[in-house]
């Protein structure tokens, strides 16, 4: 009986896509191509979302998470951030022989934090679905965009101790306009999946009330690095800092351009009693 439950589920399930796809076709938010709905390799759950696996390869996930909003072509072209990298702020570097290390910048002036990862380089498809997820108000792309940010902390965290997750605040001024904090919609889901990556992983908090930006600042954006850090030297305090003390917390962003404005809170965490600071992003530019 729920075999055959099942399966009539399956068979409305591919009715309602050839109907939806042939009245509302796909378009990729990159190149506005009209796309075909690209089949369904894993099973959908009662809700109709593809199960989430953190421990598929980024091959994998990327399709999985992105392919009803972005081409195959386009989907192809997202360039993940891969070794060798900067050891510290995870700055891709040209080359594709060699190992990890420090970059010119880390090690001119290492930063605060301990270590930054980045689901992929920020460019292409991968640029355009965060510009329409941030700036046009998307908000159904904070769920794909982030299990990917998820994928980027299962492969590159959970072997690292993590005691709180702390999204990068907005002023009240910006979240006024915007409505909605990017950061913190990325981790919105990921109370629910922690419980898939197992190997004993307590649920970790998210403090989205931590850090509170106590002064406006002009957007970072066209500005240089020099400029960057003065712009947002001192726009943040701490909210309850017990929370913190002796604890390690990963920063999440959306964007890491110089890392001038993680690098800012986690002076601020480590200013009121945190041990360790890393920091977690969904992409990265590549050459600040
Ligand atoms: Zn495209
Ligand atoms: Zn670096």
Not at 8 to 24: K, L, Q, S
Request: glycine content about 6%; overall charge positive.
């Amino acid at each position: 009986m729920k075999r055959l439950a099942g399966r009539y589920h399956r068979v409305w399930d591919r009715i309602a896509r050839c109907f939806c796809d042939a009245v509302y076709p796909l378009k990729c938010l990159n190149c506005d191509l009209l796309f075909k709905r690209p089949p369904v390799t894993r099973t959908p759950d009662r809700s109709g979302q593809i199960v989430h696996d953190p421990k598929a390869p980024y091959t994998e996930t990327m399709p999985a998470q992105l392919s009803s909003w972005i081409c195959p072509r386009c989907l192809n072209a997202i360039q993940p951030i891969v070794s060798p990298k900067c050891s510290c702020c995870g700055l891709p570097f040209a080359g594709r022989q060699g190992e990890d290390h420090l970059c010119g910048n880390c090690h001119e002036t290492p930063p605060v934090y301990g270590r930054a990862c980045a689901s992929g380089v920020y460019a292409g498809a991968l640029r355009a679905a965060i510009h329409v997820y941030k700036y046009h108000g998307n908000f159904c792309l904070s769920k794909p965009l982030g299990r990917l940010l998820f994928w980027t902390y299962t492969h590159q965290y959970t072997h690292r101790h993590i005691d709180c997750i702390v999204p990068v605040p907005l002023h009240r001024k910006r979240l006024r306009t915007r409505g909605f904090n990017q950061s913190d919609l990325l981790v919105a889901e990921w109370p629910g999946l922690f419980s898939g990556v197992g190997d004993g992983l307590a649920e970790i908090p998210i403090y989205n009330d931590l850090i509170v930006r106590h002064r406006h600042t002009m957007p970072q954006q066209g500005l240089n690095r020099k400029e960057r850090q003065r712009n947002i030297r001192d726009a943040f305090r701490i909210h309850a800092a017990r929370r913190i003390e002796k604890k390690h917390v990963l920063l999440v962003d959306d964007v890491y351009t110089t890392g001038a404005t993680l690098n800012e809170c986690a002076r601020v965490l480590f200013g009121n009693g945190a041990l360790d600071v890393d920091v977690i992003t969904l992409a990265r530019v590549a050459a600040p």
